[in-house]
């Protein structure tokens, strides 16, 4: 497992170029990401000397857990309300900018975010594949308020992933903030932390209310995961040239 | 106003699921054995229960092919019941769209059922929605279509897309109404085209989908895949496929074949909310219209005609939809006819066939033509004489109708 911050400046997006970049890509009101169509995407003044990288990122996990809920709210676009299962594959395009420590260079990190029902991916044999075929990552969803959904993590790797297969694995816990009643512990995580050698984030998909969000508070939310997303992804892009070498 | 839909099995009358709208509390076990109960007990005796009537709410009674009953309650609008039918046959259209006939017929492993079916819910809900929605297109069983400035490079854009995807079935999105669309796909039966339309809109905003669906009339146990792409804000293409190509695939072709339309794409977009071009003048005392081609299935409607006019603290916008979409419900089925069954038997009972029908309310004045093909519904404020209405109706439909590139 990578350390966080050993390849991404993690302090950077605060400074003049992070945030000014970072500006391009935020609603007007400067609070969450803006939702580019296919035809557009974030205009970042030339001169900056940013390049960008595309990679395709699959969710897996329990029906419920919050996929469809997490890629809203890293997206930022609205957070469904109620629960509503995902009628096939649904994928969402999302821009993160990022500073590679040791090269010094601007990365513009292009994110194809594929979320699929879990009941169309058991009824229909096109959905998987899709999803799956040029995977550069897997975000391995579970609920803090469901142990089901924590217990099925080491069967979706073993079923979904080898150890070598060079995809970047990160495991996600939503419904952070109904930790109070979680049913999974402290310890559950850090021993799947050290068994699978995978980072466990945690991430709550709660829609922040107008007064909340100031100082960035909403992107706030979303800008560990990001980063550390954006980080294992270089990392193992990095890893991959290494071996190639 | 309120509603709930319940779905039992026809045979045994074991609950499937019950969905609500409104704020209401949910419909307790005993309840819906006693509906159920009358309706076998009515079954058992040689008839059929259709519907009842109480003093605030009507109940309609529904089977479908001996395999899963239907009952959907709602408050008492005095509206003929064949727009309540019409609902049901929306739902049961809209759980073969998205679960396929085949299973829906014979039902083999019940719980699984029950768990699967939750994929059709947010459609279901939408549609139960009725009232508040801004869409006319589940009550007059015509997709809701808007106006662009430049229909005919939209159209041009479109085709050559979509046959660059391998098909023959696409259409473009624009604010949620259907802009343009392929040959083969308006030839899609009036219910397919409804909910495809209801449908698109109403999934979680995202960049692009892969969808499977059943088409009700023209597919119901072969799925197909319903891929949409979002190429600019509140603007989808969207391609009815066989089992290739693949979303990603197609990523790129999206960015192809629109880029050059972008500028067209801009400006169909500003067309919103009022759906019809600027160029089109419409008599100011219009506060909404309501347009149905019953032939082509379409129907072109707008509450915002002339912006900001200043009328919103007398006639909310929603309330303009709330009085067009009632005046709609009363008219079709007791004055006039339309392709939605059980329509016909109101107007079979006057001796001529009526073509122009208005009301006067306090705050406001309802006119309804209607000029076959065509059915035009008109919201007047209530500063208009009432001896005009009649006319600027008719010169209404004919702006519309006389433009040749206007495709209603």
Redesign the interface.
């Known amino acids: 497992m990578i350390v966080p911050g050993s390849l991404l400046d993690l302090e950077w997006l605060r400074s003049n170029e992070g945030s000014q970049i970072l500006n391009c890509l935020l609603h007007r009101n400067g609070t969450r990401l803006r939702q580019f169509g296919l035809l557009d995407g974030p205009q970042i003044p030339s001169q900056l000397n940013v390049e960008e990288v595309t990679y395709k990122v699959m969710l897996a996990g329990k029906t419920g857990v919050g996929k469809t809920s997490t890629v809203a709210k890293l997206t930022g676009t609205d957070v469904p309300l109620t629960h509503n299962e995902t009628p096939g594959l649904q994928t969402s395009n999302l821009y993160w900018p990022g500073k590679i420590k040791h090269l010094g260079k601007t990365v513009l990190f292009n994110i194809h975010l594929f979320d699929a029902g879990e009941a169309a991916l058991k009824r229909y044999d096109h959905i998987l594949p899709a999803c799956k075929d040029g995977v550069d990552g897997i975000l391995f969803l579970f609920s803090f308020v469901d142990k089901g959904s924590f217990d099925e993590i080491p069967q979706l790797l073993t079923r979904l992933t080898n150890p070598d297969d060079g995809v970047c694995k990160i495991v996600l816990g939503t419904k952070f903030d109904l930790h109070a009643h979680s049913e999974v512990t402290q310890r559950d995580i850090r021993d799947l932390e050290n068994n699978w050698q995978i980072p466990v984030l945690r991430i709550r998909n709660v829609q922040h209310s107008q007064q909340a969000e100031t100082s960035g508070g909403g992107v706030g939310d979303v800008t560990p995961v990001l980063n550390t997303l954006c980080e294992h992804l270089w990392h193992r892009d990095v890893v991959i040239s290494g071996k190639n070498l | 106003m309120a509603a709930y839909l319940l779905c039992l099995t026809a045979g045994g009358g074991i609950p499937i699921f019950s969905r609500s709208h409104g704020d209401v509390k949910p419909l307790p076990f005993p309840v819906i054995g006693s509906l159920n109960a009358v309706h076998m007990f009515a079954a058992n005796h040689g008839a059929t229960l259709k519907s009842t009537t109480t003093s605030d709410a009507k109940i309609v009674w529904r089977d479908f092919h001996d395999s899963l009953s239907l009952i959907v309650i709602t408050g008492n609008d005095q509206a003929n019941d064949c727009h309540l039918n019409r609902l049901l046959e929306n739902v049961w259209s809209a759980m073969v769209m998205?679960f396929g006939q085949d299973e829906l017929m014979n039902i083999k492993n019940l719980e699984r059922f029950k768990?699967?079916i939750?994929?059709c819910?947010?459609l279901l809900d939408h549609l139960l929605e009725q009232s508040v929605l801004s869409t006319f297109s589940d009550v007059t069983q015509a997709v809701d279509i808007l106006l662009t400035p430049d229909n005919g490079a939209l159209q041009n854009f479109l085709d050559a897309f979509v046959e660059a995807a391998g098909s023959t079935y696409g259409c473009l999105t624009v604010g949620g109404r259907v802009a343009v669309a392929t040959h083969k796909w308006w030839s899609l039966s009036a219910t397919e085209l409804v909910l495809l339309g209801v449908l698109i809109p109403l999934?979680?905003?995202?960049?692009?989908?892969?969808?499977?669906i059943y088409l009700p009339q023209g597919s119901p146990t072969v799925?197909h895949?319903?891929l949409t792409?979002?190429?600019?804000?509140g603007?989808e293409v969207c391609v009815i496929c066989g089992?290739t190509p693949?979303?990603?695939d197609l990523?790129n072709e999206?960015?192809r074949f629109?880029?050059p339309a972008?500028e067209v794409?801009k400006a169909a977009y500003q067309v919103i909310p009022r759906y019809v071009p600027s160029t089109l003048t419409l008599d100011q005392n219009i506060l909404g219209f309501l347009l149905v081609n019953n032939e082509t299935s379409r129907c072109l409607n707008s509450v915002c005609v002339h912006g900001k006019d200043g009328k919103e603290e007398i006639v909310s916008l929603p309330k303009r939809r709330e009085i067009l979409r009632s005046f709609y419900k009363r008219v079709v089925g007791t004055y006039m006819s339309s392709p939605i069954e059980g329509t016909e038997t109101g107007p079979a009972e006057f001796s001529h066939t009526a073509t122009d029908t208005y009301t006067v309310c306090e705050g406001h004045k309802c006119y309804a033509l209607s000029s076959p093909p065509h059915q035009l519904f008109v919201l007047y404020t209530s500063a208009i004489p009432t001896f005009a209405m009649r006319s600027i109706t008719n010169k209404t439909l004919h702006a519309f109708t006389k433009d040749k590139s206007f495709c209603i």
């Open positions: 998205l768990r699967d939750k994929v819910f947010q999934l979680t905003p995202c960049t692009s989908r892969d969808i499977p799925p895949r319903l792409f979002q190429v600019m804000r603007v089992p693949s979303v990603a990523h999206v960015v629109w880029r972008v794409l």
